[in-house]
T-cell receptor, first 114, second 109 residues
Framework: ETGVTQSPTHLIKTRGQQVTLRCSSQ?????VSWYQQALGQGPQFIFQ???????GRGNFPPRFSGLQFPNYSSELNVNALELDDSALYLC?????????????FGPGTRLTVT | GENVEQHPSTLSVQEGDSAVIKCTYS??????FPWYKQELGKGPQLIID?????GEKKDQRIAVTLNKTAKHFSLHITETQPEDSAVYFC????????FGTGTSLTVIP
């Protein structure tokens, strides 16, 4: 078990609504990355936060946004939800802003958009 | 961007046999290659990783090999056990992690 926690575990939203997902990083880690995992697929990188600044972004539209707080916990916000946003959202914490550091994943938040 | 392909998509082995999962990547600048195990309802768990300056790494029953020239890397699990049954993902890292599409491993008792 990693020390990465996510909340909530499951969430059901309606198309067009907004959602906020939360992640607490492992103790001592200053970097959080967010991923979207569709059913039967590998995780896809959304963005990374390092010391409260966005430090890289994948191919996701601006309605996906995030924050990192001074304690290095993080939020993922998704506006104007679409049916295709239904997925498992994973956060991973690591030490350092480089991409070649070990990343440890939380259990994920299962988002269903109806 | 980077493209990671993973094979096979499903793999069944008898308990005690070995399992091999292979991945290829496209960008020669990728320098870090982790492997994750994901059990049903859980997040991916890092099981082993290798960096581009190393050709092979072993941790008990698990080993990973990297061929930079051919741009492929493999996960080897020996003496498989039923608890090894899960979905395994490879990834290559250059500026971000790119994951393969996963291999569902079933170990038959």
């Amino acid at each position: 078990e990693t020390g990465v926690t996510q909340s909530p575990t499951h969430l059901i939203k309606t198309r067009g609504q907004q959602v906020t997902l939360r992640c607490s990083s492992q103790s001592g880690h200053n970097t959080v990355s967010w991923y979207q995992q569709a059913l039967g697929q590998g995780p896809q990188f959304i963005f990374q936060y390092y010391r409260e600044e966005e430090n890289g972004r994948g191919n996701f539209p601006p309605r996906f946004s995030g924050l990192q707080f001074p304690n290095y916990s993080s939020e993922l916000n998704v506006n104007a939800l679409e049916l295709d946003d239904s997925a498992l959202y994973l956060c991973a914490s690591s030490l350092g802003g480089d991409r070649d550091h070990e990343q440890y994943f939380g259990p994920g938040t299962r988002l269903t958009v109806t | 961007g980077e493209n990671v392909e993973q094979h096979p998509s499903t793999l069944s082995v008898q308990e005690g046999d070995s399992a091999v999962i292979k991945c290829t990547y496209s960008d020669s600048a990728s320098n870090y290659f982790p492997w994750y195990k994901q059990e049903l309802g859980k997040g991916p768990q890092l099981i082993i990783d290798i960096r581009s300056n190393v050709g092979e790494k072993k941790d008990q029953r698990i080993a990973v090999t990297l061929n930079k020239t051919a741009k492929h890397f493999s996960l080897h699990i020996t003496e498989t056990q039923p608890e090894d049954s899960a979905v395994y993902f490879c990834a290559a890292s250059i500026y971000q992690f790119y994951f393969g599409t996963g291999t569902s491993l079933t170990v038959i008792p």
